[in-house]
């Protein structure tokens, strides 16, 4: 196979009806973003740990500022954890982050591909209540505390 890239964007995002405040958002993407192109998946994790996870997973990228380029062989299965990682991460707390990339990183493939579809599909049909639904399910499934 031929070495892919995938790109994920991370922006400050306002938040909330009454109580507005501003939270970090990070979007991936199959290649540079086209306005108008919805990403593949959306979540409320910092910069600084994506890097942390994307490194814990030995995906390899370059630091642009505002996005990151990932690339390498086979980047779509490592990214497919990154996924469940990211979907779940937004939903515990900042000391438990290693225990899910643990968790994460103990899935056999079949698992992945499960957690994978489930997060990529509550995205895609609907909004991050839906993503976090998944996360709740994922969570109470590995035993992961949320506090």
Do not use: C
């Not at 405040?21 to 306005?35: A, C, E, G, L, T």
């Not at 954890?81 to 937004?90: A, L, V």
Request: aromatic share 14%.
């Amino acid at each position: 196979m031929s070495e892919m890239q995938r790109i994920i964007v991370f922006k400050r995002k306002k938040i909330g009806k009454v109580y507005k405040r501003y939270v970090d958002n990070m979007k991936i993407y199959f290649s540079y973003p086209v306005k108008g192109i919805k990403p593949l998946f959306e979540a409320r994790i910092s910069k600084e740990t994506a890097k942390i996870a994307l490194r814990h997973f030995n995906i390899n990228f370059d630091d642009k500022d505002k996005f990151l380029i990932i690339s390498g062989e086979n980047i779509d299965e490592k990214l497919r954890r990154f996924i469940i990682f990211s979907g779940t991460r937004q939903t515990v707390s900042e000391l438990l982050g290693r225990s899910l990339l643990e968790v994460i990183t103990s899935m056999g493939e079949i698992e992945v591909l499960f957690w994978y579809s489930r997060f990529i599909n509550a995205y895609e049909g609907g909004s991050y209540w839906d993503v976090y639904r998944v996360a709740k399910s994922l969570k109470l499934l590995y035993r992961i505390q949320t506090k």
